[in-house]
């Protein structure tokens, strides 16, 4: 349903039509372009949300493997402190 109309810039337009269905088809035209535009942008949104994702992931991973690294080269000098 779509807001009230100034009657001076609208003639031949009832002020009730809206509530007896006259505007249904553009309103359903309406409602369907705005659903598809919806749709596309959904899409991109979740596209580019998934290659944010993977980028992080992988750079977790990378800093994952750094941690491990870095806890087996502490790990090593602390043996070779013990064994020295």
């Known amino acids: ?5 100034a009657d001076h810039l609208n003639p031949g337009y009832h002020r009730w039509a ?3 269905g006259k505007c249904n088809a ?3 035209a309406l409602n369907k372009c705005l659903a598809q535009e919806f749709e596309v942008r959904r899409k991109q949104q979740l596209k ?9 992931e992988a750079k977790w991973k990378q800093m994952d493997e750094e941690d491990r690294l870095h ?3 502490e790990q090593a000098q602390q043996a070779r402190k013990q064994q020295g």
């Open 1 to 5: 349903m779509h807001p009230a109309l």
């Open 18 to 20: 809206k509530f007896l």
């Open 26 to 28: 553009l309103s359903e």
């Open 48 to 56: 580019e949300a998934r290659a944010r994702r993977a980028h992080y």
């Open 71 to 73: 806890a087996e080269f």
